[in-house]
């Protein structure tokens, strides 16, 4: 039912991005007006709490006026200019520098884009681009694991391992080959214990890697911790294992730290947590708070060298977006990780996060609760319709959709995957402020499981 003209305005024009749309014009949107810290209102003024931070993105919370300055500032001075043929101008310049200094050991140069999706899209051709300077044309393919998210774009969104992503699309693109997602709790065999799965799953890594060919294998990208495949942490040994391999065939390691990138694990990037050295790193998201849209990707110098002679012999370095390094969100980026670093935030997302995380284990007897996962400022509950066999609920999703519908009603944004509900909230969240989401979540699943018992009516 459509109670406003904004609704009826938005469901008459706007197409949604990963939206039901037919679901949507039945039921309308929410509209969100305004947010402060780890709130948001909506336009009849209903408070809720953004237990996933918009999209896993806004650390610093809403309504941080250094960022609203920082923006302003910049704007008034130089809304906009370039970097394309020779142009630099200083927040680029400045915020390349800072993210080397912040970024694992090695990633010395970086480029920007708008979106983490063209990010990985860079990343793509990036690789094919170096590998074509250095004389290895043929060696294109890229690893990726099923519920991996790196976006929707083509490139992108073949790396992507969700079929929500791609079916209709005519995606994936034949360059990636998906491997096993790393998820003991779903993946494990009877009897198995989370060594010999994480044995078997660096075995089909190399066991593919040697069907396809290494000479045609460039890359394999994974993020740390995955985000919107299920806040999945890998076992122990896994990303250990994966390295390994992969530096045994030449194959280059890129961390999609999107959603990992700038404290959510409790380190500066996920990278730190998994004792990931990566190749190619990819950031974007919590870069800016996400109040600018901005993606970064960091390089080893190795890379960039082949990238910078190949620029010289064909001509030029062939690549780049009109917005891409744009000046008000590369200076609100810089202000961003400066408020990050002053106020200790990823320490503090390490000590909140284990707060959250004791908090949350106390659901851990509820008789649909199969699993709680997660790390630092990031988790899932993954809800299950027997406890004991693990079975899911038939069909499949329904009561995460339910339920992340449902929380609505008890002010609260969370997100439902399949059946596990994500959390994800601002990094600036308060204890106290962790006690009330999860206040408002056990109301949530208080009606879930009556509605569970009652047959799951629709
Ligand atoms: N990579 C990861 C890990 C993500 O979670 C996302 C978005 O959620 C992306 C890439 C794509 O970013 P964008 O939506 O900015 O294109």
Not at 257 to 265: A, P, Q, S, T
Not at 413 to 418: D, K, L, M, P
Request: with cysteine.
């Amino acid at each position: 039912m459509l109670t406003n003209s904004l609704q009826s305005l938005d469901v008459a024009h706007h197409i949604h991005p990963i939206t039901n749309l037919r679901r949507l014009e039945r039921q309308g949107p929410i509209v969100i007006d305004r947010g402060q810290g780890i709130y948001v209102y909506d336009d009849e003024g209903r408070e809720y709490i953004e237990a996933m931070a918009g999209l896993w993105s806004v650390g610093l919370g809403f309504g941080e006026q250094r960022l609203v300055d920082a923006a302003t500032k910049q704007l008034e001075k130089l809304p906009y200019y370039h970097v394309f043929s020779q142009k630099a101008h200083a927040p680029s310049a400045l915020l390349a520098a800072k993210l080397t200094e912040l970024a694992p050991a090695g990633l010395e140069h970086v480029f920007f884009t708008n979106s983490g999706a063209e990010a990985n899209d860079s990343v793509v051709k990036f690789v094919w681009y170096y590998n074509n300077a250095i004389g290895r044309p043929e060696k294109k393919k890229f690893l990726a694991r099923d519920g991996g998210y790196h976006g929707i774009t083509v490139a992108a969104g073949s790396l992507t391992g969700l079929q929500t992503n791609q079916k209709g699309f005519d995606l994936p693109l034949p360059f990636v080959r998906h491997l096993s997602r790393p998820h003991f709790y779903r993946a494990g065999l009877p009897g198995e214990t989370e060594e010999a799965f994480t044995e078997r799953l660096l075995k089909e890594l190399e066991d593919t890697i040697l069907a396809e060919g290494p000479e045609t294998v460039a890359a394999f990208i994974g993020e740390p911790v995955m985000g919107a495949g299920g806040v999945l942490v890998p076992p122990k040994g896994y990303w250990a294992g994966v390295q390994e391999i992969c530096r045994k065939y030449d194959v280059l390691v890129v961390a999609d730290e999107v959603i990992n990138g700038f404290g959510r694990l409790g380190t500066m990037f996920g990278c730190e947590t998994l004792g990931i050295e990566p190749d190619i790193l990819v950031c974007s998201k919590q870069i800016t708070s996400s109040y600018q849209p901005l993606a970064a990707v960091l390089m080893k110098d190795f890379i960039y060298q082949a990238m910078a002679d190949a620029s010289e012999k064909l001509g030029v370095f062939g690549h780049g977006y009109t917005t891409g390094a744009h000046p008000v969100s590369t200076a609100v980026a810089l202000e961003n990780l400066a408020i990050i670093e002053e106020r200790d935030l990823v320490a503090r997302s390490k000590e909140l996060g284990a707060y959250m995380h004791a908090g949350l284990a106390k659901f851990a007897d509820h008789p649909h609760v199969g699993e709680i996962r997660g790390i630092g400022l990031i988790a899932a509950v993954e809800l299950v319709a027997d406890k004991a066999t693990k079975a899911k609920f038939e069909p499949f999703g329904k009561v995460g959709l339910r339920f992340f519908d449902h929380a609505h009603e008890h002010g609260l944004i969370v997100r439902g995957i399949g059946d596990s509900i994500a959390f994800c909230p601002p990094m600036i969240i308060t204890e106290a402020e962790i006690d009330e989401m999860l206040r408002r979540f056990k109301a949530t699943l208080d009606d879930i499981t009556a509605w569970i018992a009652a047959g799951m009516p629709d």
